[in-house]
Nanobody, 121 residues
Framework: QVQFVESGGGLVQPGGSLRLSCTASEFILSDYTIGWFRQAPGKEREGFSSISSSGGSTFYVDSVKGRFTISRDNAKSTVYLQMNSLKPEDTAVYYC??????????????WGEGSQVTVSS
């Protein structure tokens, strides 16, 4: 059974940075488009960034564009999310998962437990 594992979250001050990592067991992660999703308190989970299987195409929603960078190392079977200039509104549980496509972030398959990111002074 596929299990996604997100790591790297934590508490950071506004303007700070974090890097999240995403790995998966029982799954050839390098074969798939992977998306990052987040769920803020009281809100629905939303996809905000994705990367094609080769890493050649990426997508960001406007709210994170210019601040977040998605990347992948298929040799390490890991997808990363570098988050800079963090804002309190970025506070959420962050998940990685497969998505239908780079520009169609409809989630497909299993969810992991997520990684909590809290941006607060």
């Amino acid at each position: 059974q596929v299990q996604f594992v997100e790591s790297g979250g934590g508490l950071v001050q506004p303007g700070g940075s974090l890097r999240l990592s995403c790995t998966a067991s029982e799954f050839i992660l390098s074969d798939y488009t992977i998306g990052w999703f987040r769920q803020a308190p009281g809100k629905e989970r939303e996809g905000f960034s994705s990367i094609s299987s080769s890493g050649g195409s990426t997508f960001y929603v406007d709210s994170v564009k210019g601040r977040f960078t998605i990347s992948r190392d298929n040799a390490k079977s890991t997808v990363y999310l570098q988050m800079n200039s963090l804002k309190p509104e970025d506070t959420a549980v962050y998940y990685c998962a497969t998505s239908v496509g780079v520009y169609d972030m409809t989630h497909v398959g299993a969810w992991g437990e997520g990684s909590q990111v809290t941006v607060s002074s």
